[in-house]
């Protein structure tokens, strides 16, 4: 984050000198304190980042597959005569310690068409499928498998 700050203040000045340089390093090294002081921020979460860098863009990719995946179940059942829809309400509950990746996990079920998170309760997960087989295995989906490895990665 400090290396954004300080490319930051280079871009907003238009130019680099000696004097612009140093006093972006100044400025950033300021408000990265403050950040680390009074917004709560940690240098850790850098480091978490990095260390899965790779899951966070295979995990991108993985939802941007399910969603094209679940686009077609949808259209399927919403256009054809013959499959009959059954909507299903899924509890289920995951174990994953971090409130950003619950957030993640229920941003990524809403995203996928046909199924909505309806209430997040700690660990414990209400989802409303417009099918029961779109909700089949969502409490062992790749999602949850993929966002307990990379917690572990920061937490190991």
């Avoid at 971090?98 to 941003?107: G, H, T």
């Avoid at 079920?109 to 046909?114: A, E, N, R």
């Avoid at 409303?128 to 295995?137: R, S």
Wanted: aromatic share 16%; proline share 2%; glycine share 4%.
């Amino acid at each position: 984050m400090y290396v954004l700050l300080l490319l930051f203040w280079i871009i907003l000045n238009g130019k680099i000198t000696v004097e612009i340089f140093a006093f972006g390093v100044v400025f950033a090294a300021a408000i990265f304190w403050f950040m680390c002081k009074f917004l709560d921020y940690s240098p850790k979460y850098e480091l978490c980042v990095a260390k899965n860098i790779i899951w966070i863009l295979t995990y991108f990719v993985v939802l941007i597959i399910e969603i094209f995946k679940s686009a077609i179940a949808v259209y399927k059942r919403v256009y054809s005569r013959k499959i009959e829809i059954q909507p299903q309400m899924v509890f289920f509950d995951v174990d994953i310690e971090s409130e950003f990746l619950r957030f993640v996990l229920a941003n990524s079920i809403t995203l996928t068409p046909g199924t909505i998170t309806v209430d997040v309760d700690g660990n414990h997960f209400c989802v409303h499928a417009l099918d029961y087989t779109l909700a089949e295995g969502i409490e062992d989906s790749v999602f949850i498998k993929m966002l307990k490895i990379m917690e572990g990665n920061c937490c190991g």
